[in-house]
């Protein structure tokens, strides 16, 4: 059950709060309830203490796109290349540059 999920996940957290990988999972656990508002908070929380975690920009911009929030993702997905580019990391990349156009092609 994935509220299972979530209290273990909750449960790494506050045994080692700086994992960025357990702030992502717990994000996406939130994503998954439908709990968008903490799962916004935990992607923040990304962005702010580990804004080289990459696939942060992607889920976060899909939940920016899916609370109709598209300019911030958008922006969200541009930092995201930015970063992939540093990180020489070309899947991550192309995914966030078809991200955006999927994204802009939405407001026209």
Do not use: C, W
Not at 13 to 27: E, K, V, W
Not at 39 to 61: M, R, V
């Amino acid at each position: 059950m994935q509220t299972d999920r979530l209290n273990q996940l909750l449960a790494f957290f506050r045994a080692d709060s700086s994992d960025p990988f357990i702030i992502y999972g717990i994000g996406l656990e939130y994503v998954k309830l439908k709990q968008y508002s903490p799962a916004l908070e935990q992607f923040e929380l990304l962005l702010k203490n580990h804004p080289d975690y990459l696939a942060t920009h992607y889920q976060y911009g899909k939940l920016l796109e899916a609370l109709n929030r598209k300019e911030d993702a958008v922006i969200i997905y541009q930092r995201g290349v930015l970063i992939a580019n540093n990180q020489l990391n070309t899947h991550a990349k192309a995914e966030l540059h078809q991200a955006i156009n999927e994204a802009q092609e939405l407001d026209d």
